[in-house]
């Protein structure tokens, strides 16, 4: 059974970090590129930054030079390190594999508020 469990979300305000992580069961975590995503109020679940199998890293929309994903493969884990926090980052953020739409998690929830 796949499994994907979120954790390191919270409240934080403008400027400030937080470390993100996401533990997988289930599946041969390194043959997967992983990606994390973002689902604001009211609004879709958007990729926000992805990792390939050798490393490399992506980013979309305006996360890049604020945000850095990372992986353990040795702990099948991946990470988002979200530095100068903003507002509009608040939601509930998701990992999972790559172009895959299904067994998500449960989330974590990034509140960025003063």
């Known amino acids: 059974q796949v499994q994907f469990v979120e954790s390191g979300g919270g409240l934080v305000q403008p400027g400030g970090s937080l470390r993100l992580s996401c533990a997988a069961s289930g599946i041969v975590f390194s043959t997967f590129a992983m990606g994390w995503y973002r689902q604001a109020p009211g609004k879709q679940r958007e990729l926000v930054a992805s990792?390939?199998?050798?490393?490399?890293?992506n980013y979309f929309g305006p996360v890049k030079g604020r945000f850095t994903i990372s992986r353990d493969d040795t702990m099948s884990t991946v990470y988002l390190q979200m530095n100068s926090l903003k507002p509009e980052d608040t939601g509930v953020y998701y990992c999972?594999?790559?172009?895959?739409?299904?067994?998500w998690g449960q989330g974590t929830q990034v509140t960025v508020s003063s």
């Open positions: 999972n594999r790559l172009g895959f739409s299904t067994s």
């Open positions: 990792i390939t199998r050798g490393g490399s890293e």
